[in-house]
């Protein structure tokens, strides 16, 4: 089972990863389904 700090140290470089994705476009405006739909494409990659 992972350590509080593993945990977080997971959960910042999500944060991290989909900073990056999004910085990949600057000028494009994310409704909120998109974000949605951007966290949970993420989220299914990690888990392959």
């Known amino acids: 089972m ?3 700090n593993e945990r977080k140290d997971v959960q910042k470089s999500m944060a991290y990863d ?3 994705l999004l910085e990949r476009n ?3 405006t994310y409704t ?3 974000l949605k739909e ?3 494409t993420y989220i299914q ?3 392959q």
């Open 2 to 4: 992972p350590t509080e």
């Open 18 to 20: 989909l900073i990056h």
């Open 26 to 28: 600057p000028e494009k």
């Open 32 to 34: 909120v389904q998109e």
């Open 38 to 40: 951007l966290i949970d």
């Open 45 to 47: 990659g990690t888990q």
